[in-house]
C-alpha cells in the first residue's frame, strides 16, 4: 500500500482525505471530468424545456460519480496507477455493482454515504451482510462521517452562492440586477438557469473528490482498526529487516540437524475418539441436576392475548411486507435521528459562541484609543512642537506673527491634555467636542485657559480678527503651572 497505515482518530482520519487528494489530484480530476462534465452537460441539454429540474438531477446522480472517484482512489491506493482506459474498461461494472439502486433511492439521503459506498462498491456486499457490515464500520466514526457530508454540503453551497455573486459583479449593468436574491428566487430565462446549473457543476467540481477521499480515508482508518492492518504491516516491515539474520539462523538449525544422529521412530497409541464423545458429555452435564433442569412455568395470561404473535401466524410474502415496512420506518429513524443530532450539534455551538462571546465581553480589558495625530487640520504629533512652547509662542509675539502664537499654545494645550491628562480625543471631534470632553475631568482654572484658548483662536482663524498681544500674554501667564513642563520629543 502507498499509504502508511497507522492508529489515527476518525479526525485526522478524515484530514488524510484532503492529503489523498492532494497527492492524486491529477489522476482524480482526470477521471472527474471526463464522466462527470460530458454527462452532466447531456443532462442539461435534455433537461432544456426544464431547466429547473436538472439541477435536482445531477444533485440525484452523484453517487454514481462518485463511484469513479473511489474507484481511483481504490487503485491509487495499491500502486496502481489507473489509467484512463482502465477506468473505461471498468465503468460499466461500477454501474452495474451493488448498492446502484439502493444508493439512488433509499439510501440517498443517507448522511453516512461516505462510509457507506465503499462497503458496496469494494466489498461487494448486498442485503443484510452490507448493513451489519455498516453498522460494525460506523459504530466509532458514524458521527465523522455525518459532520463529513454536512460540511461538503455547506462547503458546495458557500462555493455555488459566491460564484454566482462574483459573476453578477462582473456583469455590467445597473445596481437593480447585481441581486443575487433576484437571481435564486426570481423569474430567469433558461440561458440563466442553464449558466446557473454550470456553476452548480463547477462548485462540485471543487467538493465532491474531497469528500469521496475523506470518506475512502476514514473507511480504510476503521478497517485498519479492526482488522489490524497496521500490526500485519509492522510485522512484515520487521521480517523484511530481519530476513539476513533468519537466513543465518535457518542455515545453522539445518547443520545442527544434519549433525545429530537421528533417533528411533516410536509410534504414539492411538485412543480411539467415539463420534459421539462431544454428544455424549453434553448429556451428561445436562442430565446432573445441579446443571440440568425441567422446569414447569405457570403465567396468568388475558384471554383476548393471542398465544402467539400476529407475524407467526403470516405466510411469508405477508411476513416480508411487513418487515419492509419496518425497515422502511427503521431509515426514517435513522434520518430523524441523525437530523437531531445535527440541531443538537448546531444548538450546542451555538450556546459555546454565545458563553464565549459574554465571557470575553466581561473579562476584556478597555486599551486607550490611540490619540490623534490631527485634529481639525493642527498637527498635534509631539515632535511637531518645539521644546519650550511658552518660549516659542514669545517668540513668535515678538516677530509680530499673533495667529503663529496662537496656534502653538492651542497645539500645545491639546497635547498636554491628550498625554498628561490622558483626555481621549478622536480623529473627527470639533473644537466643541474638544470643550465636552475636559469639562469636569480637569481642574477648573486648566478648563478656564483651554475655553479662552479656544474661542481665542476661532476669533484669530475663522473670524480673521486682530487680537492684541495683551490678550495672548494673559493665555501665556502660569503656562508652565497649568498645562505642566513640555515632555521631552524623541
Given at each position: 500500500?502507498?499509504?502508511?497505515?497507522?492508529?489515527r482518530?476518525?479526525?485526522e482520519?478524515?484530514d488524510?482525505g484532503?492529503?489523498?487528494?492532494?497527492?492524486w489530484?491529477?489522476?482524480?480530476?482526470?477521471a472527474w471530468?471526463a464522466?462527470?462534465?460530458?454527462?452532466?452537460?447531456v443532462?442539461?441539454?435534455v433537461?432544456w424545456?426544464?431547466?429547473?429540474?436538472?439541477?435536482?438531477?445531477l444533485?440525484?446522480?452523484?453517487?454514481?460519480?462518485d463511484?469513479?472517484?473511489l474507484?481511483v482512489?481504490?487503485r491509487?491506493?495499491f500502486?496502481?496507477?489507473?489509467?484512463?482506459r482502465?477506468?473505461l474498461?471498468?465503468?460499466p461494472?461500477?454501474l452495474?455493482?451493488p448498492?446502484v439502486v439502493?444508493g439512488l433511492?433509499?439510501?440517498r439521503g443517507?448522511?453516512?454515504?461516505s462510509l457507506?459506498?465503499?462497503?458496496?462498491?469494494l466489498?461487494?456486499q448486498?442485503g443484510a451482510?452490507?448493513r451489519?457490515?455498516?453498522?460494525?464500520l460506523?459504530?466509532?466514526?458514524?458521527?465523522?462521517?455525518?459532520?463529513?457530508t454536512?460540511?461538503?454540503a455547506?462547503?458546495?453551497?458557500i462555493?455555488l452562492?459566491s460564484?454566482v455573486?462574483?459573476?453578477?459583479v462582473?456583469?455590467?449593468?445597473n445596481?437593480?440586477?447585481?441581486?443575487p436574491?433576484?437571481?435564486f428566487?426570481?423569474?430567469r430565462s433558461t440561458?440563466?438557469?442553464?449558466a446557473?446549473?454550470?456553476?452548480?457543476?463547477?462548485?462540485?467540481t471543487?467538493?465532491?473528490?474531497?469528500?469521496v477521499?475523506s470518506?475512502?480515508?476514514?473507511?480504510l482508518n476503521?478497517?485498519?482498526?479492526?482488522?489490524?492492518?497496521?500490526?500485519?504491516?509492522?510485522?512484515r516491515?520487521l521480517?523484511?529487516?530481519?530476513?539476513?539474520?533468519a537466513?543465518t539462523?535457518s542455515?545453522l538449525v539445518?547443520f545442527?540437524?544434519?549433525?545429530?544422529?537421528p533417533?528411533?521412530?516410536?509410534?504414539?497409541e492411538e485412543?480411539?475418539?467415539?463420534?459421539?464423545?462431544a454428544r455424549?458429555?453434553?448429556?451428561?452435564?445436562?442430565?446432573?441436576?445441579v446443571?440440568?433442569q425441567?422446569?414447569?412455568?405457570?403465567?396468568?395470561?388475558?384471554?383476548?392475548?393471542p398465544s402467539?404473535?400476529?407475524?407467526?401466524?403470516?405466510?411469508?410474502?405477508?411476513s416480508?411486507?411487513?418487515?419492509g415496512i419496518?425497515r422502511i420506518l427503521e431509515?426514517?429513524?435513522e434520518?430523524?435521528r441523525s437530523l437531531?443530532?445535527?440541531?443538537?450539534g448546531?444548538?450546542?455551538?451555538?450556546?459555546?459562541?454565545?458563553?464565549?462571546?459574554?465571557?470575553q465581553a466581561?473579562?476584556?480589558?478597555?486599551?486607550a484609543?490611540?490619540?490623534?495625530?490631527?485634529?481639525f487640520g493642527?498637527?498635534?504629533?509631539?515632535t511637531?512642537?518645539?521644546?519650550?512652547?511658552?518660549?516659542?509662542a514669545h517668540?513668535?509675539?515678538?516677530?509680530?506673527?499673533?495667529?503663529?502664537a496662537?496656534?502653538l499654545?492651542?497645539?500645545g494645550?491639546?497635547v498636554?491634555?491628550m498625554?498628561q491628562?490622558?483626555?481621549d480625543?478622536a480623529?473627527?471631534?470639533?473644537?466643541?467636542?474638544c470643550?465636552r470632553?475636559?469639562?469636569?475631568?480637569?481642574p477648573?482654572a486648566?478648563?478656564?485657559r483651554?475655553?479662552?484658548?479656544?474661542?481665542?483662536?476661532?476669533?484669530?482663524?475663522y473670524?480673521?480678527l486682530?487680537?492684541p498681544?495683551?490678550r495672548i500674554?494673559?493665555l501665556l501667564?502660569?503656562?508652565d503651572v497649568?498645562?505642566?513642563?513640555?515632555?521631552?520629543?524623541?
Amino acid at each position: 500500500m502507498t499509504v502508511r497505515l497507522r492508529r489515527r482518530s476518525p479526525w485526522e482520519a478524515l484530514d488524510l482525505g484532503r492529503v489523498l487528494l492532494r497527492h492524486w489530484s491529477g489522476r482524480v480530476y482526470r477521471a472527474w471530468f471526463a464522466t462527470y462534465w460530458p454527462v452532466g452537460v447531456v443532462i442539461l441539454l435534455v433537461m432544456w424545456p426544464w431547466p429547473e429540474y436538472a439541477m435536482l438531477v445531477l444533485w440525484w446522480l452523484k453517487p454514481l460519480f462518485d463511484r469513479v472517484l473511489l474507484f481511483v482512489f481504490s487503485r491509487s491506493v495499491f500502486g496502481d496507477e489507473c489509467r484512463m482506459r482502465d477506468l473505461l474498461r471498468a465503468l460499466p461494472r461500477l454501474l452495474r455493482g451493488p448498492g446502484v439502486v439502493s444508493g439512488l433511492t433509499l439510501r440517498r439521503g443517507s448522511l453516512a454515504r461516505s462510509l457507506l459506498l465503499p462497503v458496496w462498491q469494494l466489498e461487494q456486499q448486498t442485503g443484510a451482510r452490507a448493513r451489519a457490515r455498516f453498522r460494525l464500520l460506523s459504530r466509532r466514526c458514524r458521527a465523522q462521517a455525518v459532520w463529513l457530508t454536512f460540511f461538503c454540503a455547506n462547503m458546495s453551497t458557500i462555493l455555488l452562492v459566491s460564484i454566482v455573486i462574483v459573476l453578477l459583479v462582473l456583469v455590467p449593468g445597473n445596481g437593480q440586477d447585481l441581486s443575487p436574491w433576484q437571481w435564486f428566487g426570481g423569474e430567469r430565462s433558461t440561458a440563466g438557469y442553464f449558466a446557473g446549473n454550470l456553476m452548480f457543476m463547477l462548485a462540485e467540481t471543487v467538493v465532491e473528490p474531497l469528500y469521496v477521499a475523506s470518506g475512502f480515508s476514514l473507511y480504510l482508518n476503521r478497517r485498519s482498526e479492526l482488522e489490524a492492518w497496521d500490526i500485519e504491516l509492522a510485522f512484515r516491515r520487521l521480517a523484511e529487516r530481519q530476513s539476513p539474520t533468519a537466513i543465518t539462523t535457518s542455515l545453522l538449525v539445518v547443520f545442527l540437524a544434519l549433525a545429530v544422529p537421528p533417533a528411533a521412530p516410536v509410534h504414539a497409541e492411538e485412543v480411539p475418539q467415539p463420534p459421539s464423545m462431544a454428544r455424549q458429555t453434553i448429556d451428561a452435564v445436562l442430565a446432573d441436576p445441579v446443571f440440568g433442569q425441567v422446569k414447569n412455568d405457570l403465567r396468568w395470561r388475558w384471554r383476548w392475548q393471542p398465544s402467539s404473535s400476529p407475524v407467526d401466524n403470516l405466510d411469508d410474502h405477508q411476513s416480508n411486507w411487513i418487515m419492509g415496512i419496518l425497515r422502511i420506518l427503521e431509515i426514517l429513524a435513522e434520518w430523524l435521528r441523525s437530523l437531531l443530532w445535527i440541531f443538537s450539534g448546531f444548538a450546542l455551538a451555538a450556546a459555546i459562541f454565545l458563553v464565549l462571546r459574554h465571557r470575553q465581553a466581561g473579562l476584556r480589558v478597555r486599551t486607550a484609543p490611540m490619540a490623534p495625530e490631527f485634529l481639525f487640520g493642527l498637527d498635534l504629533r509631539p515632535t511637531s512642537l518645539p521644546a519650550d512652547v511658552a518660549a516659542a509662542a514669545h517668540a513668535a509675539l515678538d516677530q509680530g506673527d499673533s495667529v503663529e502664537a496662537l496656534s502653538l499654545l492651542y497645539r500645545g494645550a491639546l497635547v498636554a491634555l491628550m498625554h498628561q491628562r490622558q483626555i481621549d480625543f478622536a480623529s473627527g471631534d470639533t473644537e466643541n467636542d474638544c470643550l465636552r470632553r475636559i469639562a469636569g475631568r480637569v481642574p477648573e482654572a486648566l478648563d478656564r485657559r483651554f475655553n479662552a484658548i479656544v474661542e481665542t483662536w476661532r476669533m484669530a482663524a475663522y473670524g480673521r480678527l486682530s487680537i492684541p498681544v495683551e490678550r495672548i500674554e494673559e493665555l501665556l501667564a502660569g503656562w508652565d503651572v497649568l498645562f505642566g513642563k513640555p515632555a521631552s520629543r524623541p
